[in-house]
Structures are given as structure tokens and as C-alpha cells.
């Protein structure tokens, strides 16, 4: 019998890195596309690619060789229609120190229906949900979720409880329309449900895995697959909590925890053109963006939820996008409504979730233990997807107030701990005034 090993998708923030070696650049040219391919002729540079979908006014752009990035910028906003320019930053998906008990439910495999598909019981009944009154709010409200809630993340896999509800997304990394796969980032393939069955958990590490054989522990513990099966995770999440809403997923990191700026924003454009309901964002960085305040203020314009992750840095430092105040930001707590130490709060965060020994969908059909704000934030997107179930949808101020009907923690943690029923029953009863 193969000895199975289980290993923590932790914390995903991200931190700002260094411009890209290329120093690319976005810039916003209101006079179009053409404009902006006239003025990289006069200058030399080249667009690479538009960055905000229908809008075109911002773009990727590659400077000219052997001119230093400060004349190049100073040359751009000299030219008519040039109002903004700021790096393309690269980005890196965090990982954190120190990781907690691996819950009872990894070992709670019985399978259970579960709107449409099989899970695990683990995961289906696990203490967070109970945490947060999710059956509660389904007895008492008969909501189960609608609407599409778009992730971008580092894509998702074709895991049986998640197929059902997925809908065409788009991977920037490769510039590819469809379903971002995970799987098809690695060759190894889980064996057979059999296998998993009779799995003896243990840690690995504090980076990357789940309920794998001791082939895929160590090809996902390499540096490369860093991030790998985060966008599973947190799509898992928001199924757990809404398993009927449709999920989009926009993959804007690798397996490897790496994006970029431009990436996002892409992402937030797309989706704010294909006319999600809620944007998911399981990520954060220290430094803000223009660009991104201004994709963010656009998706709000256009009625778009959106939900970010307050950052796994355990201070009070604001962190972007959730700093942003069209966002909801979601701290950590854990199953005893405490802020998790490595949680970050302060004046920035909406709200609080459970946020510690999550379990949640992994590639290969598999399930993982995660701990995080990465996994606190789908909690909320997800409970935005029940308020969409039944009545008139609320607008981004609406389901912000309605979230906000919260436990009250501490004043570190915003409102105070997420509480599902009473966020349904405060966006009901504003329904029917």
C-alpha cells in the first residue's frame, strides 16, 4: 500500500517585486490604440498588448534599447494623449512560517452529495462552515448561490466537485481563452481514489501539496510548482460556500507563484467585460497602482463586487488591492474568533473568516489543508453569490453593508467575524423594505 502524503497550500500573498528585465511599462494613451502605435514609432518603442478589454486606452509597452526608463518616461508623457505611465511590477505569490494541525477532516473521506457532485465529508461539514452559519443560512433563506464569481489566481483544475460549475475563463500567462488547467502544468497524475482512501496524512513542508503519493509530494515540492493547486483551493472556497454559483477562472499567476501587474489588470477588465458578479482576488501587495485603483473603480462603475485578501504580514500596513476602498478586505481568524497571528488587520479590513486549516479542492481530485487570507477572502465572494440567490441583486455598497452584519471580534477586524445567515437576513430584509 503507497504511503500518501499530505502537505499545506499556505498563505498567498504577494509582495511588489522588481520591474520586469524587459522594463516594460503600462501606459494610458486616451487617444487609442492607433495614438499610442504612432507615438512608439516616433520614440521606438513597441505595444506589446491592450490591457483593458473594450476601454482602449491602456497597454503594455517595451521601451526602446539603450535609453535609460526615466528619459523613456519622460518622453512618453511629453506626447499628446499620455496621461499616466507606471511599471510592470512582477509579483510573487507568498509563503508563510509556520503551519498548523492538520484538521480531522482530511482524514473524514466519506463520500457525500453535494449539489450535483461527490465530496468529501471532510470537507462538505468542516468547522469553518459551521463557523460562519452557512447551514443555518440555507435552512432559514433556501440560498444556495447564483451569478459568476470570476478568481484570478493561478488558474483551476478539473476536480469532480468543481467541473459542474465552471464557465470559459482566460490564462494571461499564456495568453490562452478557455479553462486555465493546472494539471497541465506537471506530468504526474494522481493514481486512484482507492489509493487515496487509505492515506496516512503528514507534513512535508510549509509551500505546496495535498493528499498525493510520494511521486507527486516530490515533483509539487519543488520551487516551481510553489503555488501550485492555490486556484483550486480558493475555487473550492467560494463552492463550499455558494455550490451553485458558476465560477470563472482567470489566471493571471503560474504554478511557480509568479505574475504580473499588467496580468491582473487584464484579468479585472475581462472580467468586468464579461459581466461577472464578483471578482475574487486571493492576493495582496504593499505598494499601490494607479492602474489597478483605476480597474477596480471601473468594475465597481459597471456594478462588479469585488473581494481581496487582506495580507498574510501580521501588521497593520495597508496592502492592495483590499486597501482600495471599492474592495472588501478579508482578514484571518481562527476557529475560535481570534485574529490568526499571521493574519494582517487595521483600519483597511471589511471584514474577517476562518482562515486557518481550510480544506478545500486540490488538483487531482484530491483535497488540502490551507491556512491563509487567501482562504478567508472566497469565504465572502462566496457568501456575495448567495446574496445574488433570490431577490434583486445588490450593488458593491449594498453587499458591502449587508457583509458587514458581522460577529464582532475586535476592532482590529473590521466589522468583525463574517456570519452568513446574518449577511442574508440583512440584504433580505433590505430587499423587502
Avoid at 291 to 310: C, D, F, M, P, Y
Avoid at 325 to 353: C, E, I, K, L
Wanted: include cysteine; aromatic fraction near 8%; charged fraction near 15%.
Amino acid at each position: 500500500m503507497k504511503r500518501l502524503l499530505i502537505t499545506l497550500l499556505m498563505l498567498a500573498t504577494t509582495t511588489l517585486g522588481q520591474a520586469l528585465g524587459s522594463q516594460k511599462l503600462i501606459v494610458r494613451n486616451n487617444n487609442g490604440l492607433l495614438a499610442m502605435q504612432g507615438v512608439c514609432q516616433l520614440l521606438g518603442c513597441s505595444v506589446i498588448r491592450q490591457l483593458d478589454g473594450t476601454l482602449g486606452t491602456l497597454f503594455l509597452v517595451r521601451p526602446p534599447d539603450l535609453i535609460s526608463l526615466e528619459q523613456f518616461e519622460a518622453s512618453l508623457l511629453a506626447q499628446t494623449g499620455i496621461v499616466h505611465v507606471e511599471p510592470d511590477l512582477s509579483l510573487l505569490l507568498e509563503r508563510p512560517a509556520g503551519v498548523g494541525q492538520i484538521p480531522a477532516g482530511l482524514w473524514d473521506r466519506d463520500p457525500v452529495e453535494y449539489y450535483g457532485s461527490s465530496v468529501w465529508n471532510g470537507y462538505a461539514s468542516q468547522p469553518a462552515a459551521k463557523i460562519v452559519r452557512l447551514a443555518e443560512a440555507r435552512r432559514q433563506f433556501g440560498v444556495k448561490g447564483t451569478g459568476t464569481v470570476a478568481v484570478i489566481d493561478t488558474g483551476i483544475t478539473k476536480h469532480p466537485a468543481l467541473t459542474p460549475v465552471i464557465v470559459p475563463g482566460y490564462d494571461f500567462t499564456r495568453n490562452v481563452a478557455g479553462t486555465p488547467d493546472e494539471e497541465g502544468e506537471v506530468q504526474y497524475r494522481q493514481s486512484t481514489a482507492a489509493v487515496l482512501d487509505s492515506a496516512e496524512p503528514a507534513i512535508v513542508n510549509q509551500s505546496t501539496a495535498a493528499v498525493l503519493d510520494t511521486e507527486g509530494v516530490g515533483i509539487l515540492s519543488a520551487a516551481n510548482y510553489a503555488a501550485f493547486g492555490h486556484g483550486t483551493s480558493v475555487s473550492g472556497v467560494i463552492h463550499m460556500v455558494a455550490p451553485t454559483a458558476r465560477i470563472m477562472p482567470l489566471k493571471a499567476f503560474g504554478a511557480d507563484g509568479k505574475g504580473t501587474l499588467s496580468n491582473i489588470l487584464r484579468a479585472i477588465y475581462f472580467a468586468t467585460d464579461k459581466r461577472a458578479n464578483v471578482i475574487n482576488m486571493s492576493f495582496s501587495f504593499t505598494s499601490p497602482s494607479q492602474e489597478l485603483q483605476r480597474a477596480l473603480q471601473n468594475a465597481r462603475a459597471r456594478k462588479v463586487i469585488t473581494v481581496a485578501s487582506a495580507g498574510n504580514y501580521g501588521t497593520d500596513r495597508p496592502v492592495y488591492p483590499g486597501a482600495y476602498n471599492t474592495v472588501m478586505d478579508v482578514a484571518s481568524t481562527d476557529n475560535s474568533d481570534r485574529r490568526s497571528s499571521f493574519s494582517s488587520y487595521g483600519p483597511a479590513v471589511w471584514v474577517a473568516a476562518p482562515g486557518e486549516a481550510i480544506i478545500s479542492t486540490y488538483p487531482y481530485g484530491s483535497y488540502s489543508a490551507s491556512w491563509g487570507t487567501s482562504f478567508s477572502a472566497p469565504m465572502v465572494a462566496g457568501t456575495v453569490a448567495l446574496l445574488l440567490d433570490g431577490g434583486a441583486p445588490p450593488s458593491p455598497d449594498q453587499a458591502a453593508e449587508a457583509i458587514g452584519h458581522a460577529y464582532w471580534v475586535s476592532n482590529e477586524l473590521g466589522h468583525g467575524r463574517l456570519d452568513i445567515y446574518k449577511a442574508v437576513e440583512a440584504w433580505r430584509l433590505n430587499v423587502n423594505r
